[in-house]
């Protein structure tokens, strides 16, 4: 039985890694973390038995031993608690689907701890890649890659040098808003952005992919994976979600991972790589499929991807500023706070306005996502 903790089990990637547990029937869930949807969270634990949840909030950690007193399930809160969940002795892999830079602290802990880390956490290697990455190669850890365009990555890089490659081609559905000009997004509702033609996801992963800073952060996320500059990483549109990324080798030999778009099958992946295993679903069908298209994305209209290949080459505490206006931002956007088209002028601004650190320790990371906060709270 391969052992797993999940951070982030009641969203997207988490409910979906449950499923691939189900599925298979050899994987023991040790481990669960939430922020705070109990009655989910009752439903998944009475399911698949864990040792240890953590939720957020002491209160919310009431709430759920109170459903839970008839079971031996323990129940913490709190970033202890995502830690406590994080470092269980006997978890192999944790899958780290939580949202936001809340998992750069867990992750770390669980890197130092000796767990192989399935990464669906893009905040974690975006603001602290240049911290990760070292401490797994000094802990001997793997870092598999859950985004399903890193995943396609890491699959087209199986038996090549790193430096045989040339370029990372990064690929993009273009999102609900793709061939619009600037003009067409100026009176966009939440319900406009949440409406992705391909993937189903959660609200905040989905309004970044109308936005396209998703795919800047994909961009910086590669940098720090697979070790490339990120002018070195081309986002490519591609509209049938059909190709999930490719790598140019140095010989001009493209490797590419195609599928129906299905998060499962890099979850899958990622959990028992090098292995793989019968996933069941849609299997693509190239004479129904018929065309690949592919554009260049549109960096004037989707100017968060511009703002996030600068952020990316200048690194230190850049990268940080533009997560977290961007995480903030689109809260607002999602509360009806602000328009759709301040999520990229409040980025912008806090990137203009910011004092780049370059190496930052893990403390003024957070303390830059802090001051990023602030100052977007202060424009109210």
Known sequence: ?????????????????????????????????????????????????PQLIAVW???????????????????????????????????EILVTAIVGMIGIRPTVEAIKAGKDIALANKETLVTAGHIIM???????????????????????????????VSKILLTA???????????????????????????????????????????????IEAKWLFGVDVDR????????????SMVEYVDGAIMAELGTPDMKLPIQYALYYPERRNLPGERLDFWSLGRLDFEKPDMDTFYGLKLAYDAGRAGGTLPTVFNAANELAVKQFLNREIK?????EIIEDCMKAHKNVDDPTLEQILDTEKATYERIESRR
């Open 1 to 49: 039985m391969k052992k797993i903790a999940i951070l982030g089990c009641t969203g997207s990637i988490g409910t979906q890694t449950l499923e691939v547990v189900r599925e298979n029937r050899d994987i023991e869930v040790l481990g669960l973390a939430a922020g705070g949807n109990v009655e989910l969270l009752e439903k998944q634990a009475r399911e698949f038995r």
């Open 57 to 91: 909030t002491e209160e919310k950690a009431k709430e759920l031993r109170a459903k839970l007193r008839d079971t031996d399930i323990r129940v913490t809160y709190g970033m202890e608690g995502l830690i406590e969940v994080s470092t269980m002795y006997d978890v």
């Open 134 to 164: 070292p401490l797994a190669k000094e802990n001997h850890v793997s870092i598999l890659p859950v985004d399903s365009e890193h995943s396609a990555i890491f699959q087209s890089l199986r038996g090549n040098e790193t430096k045989a």
């Open 173 to 219: 559905s273009g999102g609900p808003f793709r061939g619009k000009r600037e003009e067409d997004l100026l009176d966009i509702r939440v319900e406009d952005a949440l409406r992705h033609p391909n993937w189903s996801m959660g609200q905040k992963i989905t309004i970044d992919s109308s936005t396209m800073v998703n795919k800047g952060l994909e961009v």
């Open 233 to 244: 990483v081309q986002v490519v549109v591609q509209p049938q979600s059909i190709i999930h």
């Open 340 to 344: 759709y088209l301040e999520i990229i």
